[in-house]
């Protein structure tokens, strides 16, 4: 059972979704419009043994990576958080004191980003042995100043890839590490969409690792992808090896398609931006692709002349890659 | 550890909570004001062994609930839906079938409601033997022709107080029940709102037990309120009891405030509505409550004569008075 095609099936052609679902399901976030208003809203989970290793993450790191998950995504849409909701599971063994600490961190990281937290429900579990569960849902608004919201279907034909800050690595081999304390980049991507303007043309958060997150680019725009191996920013961490780089995910960076005539800056308020590949072709959908021909993958990585698959990289928070 | 104490610490004195927060957290729902439009969100919960029986309940019926339950507290508010988002966390074996359906029976749900699915997020436990949670959150918008929304904040001195339906023995015994498959008071409180106009002065949603909820509005409109326990319309189920109709919970019928002017029919829509008592006065404050003395108590239940206080009814989601 995997996340994309769960996913698939609630939003399979949903002949009902009213009008005023302007981006419909399937985006980082959907936007609906009420009376003229445009709003942008996402959900997102953190789940104890599967989001982090509860026997060794401090309860504030785990509250502050339920609100950066979520808030990651608003970067991705290159939008302006708003208010922010939560609703939590506790074990009823958790402890009034570590719950207090695990909202605190909640409160504050959502005030951190301007996404107040204005609602919020807490249920208990009926065992003691069963995980904590933190979804959060932020809503969030486009930006006044510049084309917005950027989603992952905009991607053209000779447009260049390019990632921010550097992948890999972002789980250590302890548990901790960047995947908990990552600085969702939404004051970047505001920078961006108002220095690139109309030349931003897609974008998207590294979660699953950019082999598969350019992919989902790649889906949504009906084009195809070719990235560079070499030219992948790593982390010390994994130096050398794109082919981590590329499928640790977790690492909450920005993967977006600009057209060639944008003027990308090698660096933004401090974070790097490198560009790794480019927008090739149109891509004629999953049911065209071929193991065997990189010319009908939506996404090939090419390592020193050899076609790697982008779907062979990265993971997916559903499947049993990961423990 | 018990719910109330958390959501008041998560909510204490939040000095950075924006302007644009019109209805701050503590309601059923919270608004939010973005570029003059009001928008207002709340997220709800249900999770196996906490709100359903898991060995029982047919996975339709969990999915229906996981969405009606938050829709009740769009009708609590004299609210319109506008759209949905879910984050469901699934046992690893839960099986694609199964899932299916769930999805299915939330998405026409949602649907049904008027409030579509926009946004999901799916994850998976580590774990078979962890309880599937879905979490929902609704946004909605006040009604354009009635004062909307309705908080739990508004009720006055003299205002009489409401319960729409019949009360008590919403889950069965066999864990199966209306606490499933009821109707979320989503139009009859638009009718009512339109109806009764100014004289609606605060309601809620009836989750906790009538003796709870009630409460609730009196807490929140610093007011006492008295019911009279003959006048308490308890279902067949639980004839002639109504600490079972009071306390039970799980009804998600409406208790409403009106004053003593407004226009309230004995029947809406098909729907019995019943005065069960009123607001008598002002309230002290939580510290002013003595146990041995009804009138600094926020709600007083009398039967024949004998004053019982509402804080002993009833039950929170997140305490032991359920397994």
Redesign the interface.
């Given at each position: 059972?995997r996340?994309f095609?769960?996913?698939e099936?609630?939003?399979a052609a949903?002949p009902?979704?009213?009008e005023?679902?302007s981006i419909?399901?399937g985006d980082d976030?959907?936007m609906?419009s009420?009376?003229?208003?445009r709003?942008i809203?996402?959900?997102?989970?953190v789940?104890?043994?599967?989001?982090y290793r509860p026997e060794v993450t401090p309860v504030e790191r785990i509250g502050r990576k339920a609100m950066t998950r979520c808030l990651s995504d608003v970067a991705a849409m290159a939008a302006w958080p708003?208010?922010s909701?939560?609703?939590v599971?506790?074990p009823?063994d958790?402890?009034?004191e570590r719950?207090?600490k695990l909202?605190d961190a909640?409160?504050a990281t959502a005030?951190q980003y301007?996404a107040?937290?204005?609602?919020?429900?807490?249920?208990?579990?009926?065992?003691p042995?069963?995980?904590l569960?933190c979804?959060v849902?932020v809503?969030a608004?486009p930006l006044a100043d510049a084309p917005s919201p950027v989603t992952r279907a905009g991607a053209r034909t000779g447009d260049r890839i390019y990632v921010t800050g550097r992948l890999g690595g972002a789980v250590g081999d302890d548990g901790l590490g960047r995947h908990l304390d990552f600085e969702p980049r939404i004051d970047l991507a505001a920078t961006l969409a108002r220095r690139l303007g109309g030349h931003l043309h897609a974008m998207i958060d590294i979660s699953d690792g950019l082999g598969r997150d350019a992919g989902h680019i790649a889906e949504q725009s009906r084009v195809r992808i070719v990235l560079d191996a070499a030219r992948i920013p790593c982390t010390t961490a994994c130096a050398g090896d794109w082919r981590r780089a590329a499928g640790d995910g977790e690492d909450y960076e920005l993967c977006f398609a600009a057209s060639a005539a944008a003027d990308v800056p090698p660096e933004l308020d401090g974070v790097g931006i490198t560009p790794v590949g480019e927008v090739v072709g149109e891509w004629g959908g999953a049911g065209a692709e071929r193991p065997d021909d990189p010319s009908t993958w939506r996404l090939t990585i090419y390592d020193a002349g050899r076609a790697v698959r982008g779907a062979e990289l990265g993971w997916e928070?559903?499947s049993?890659a990961r423990?």
């Open positions: 059972m996340e095609s769960l996913l099936h609630i939003f949903n009902t979704l009213s005023c679902v419909p399901p976030m959907a609906v009420l009376r003229g208003t709003i809203a996402g959900v997102d989970q789940v104890a043994g599967r989001h708003v208010a909701l939560a609703a599971t506790l009823p958790f402890g009034e719950a207090r909202f909640m409160r005030e301007r107040p937290l204005v609602g919020g429900d807490v249920a208990f579990h009926a065992d042995s069963y995980p569960v979804a849902t809503l608004e928070h559903g049993n423990g």
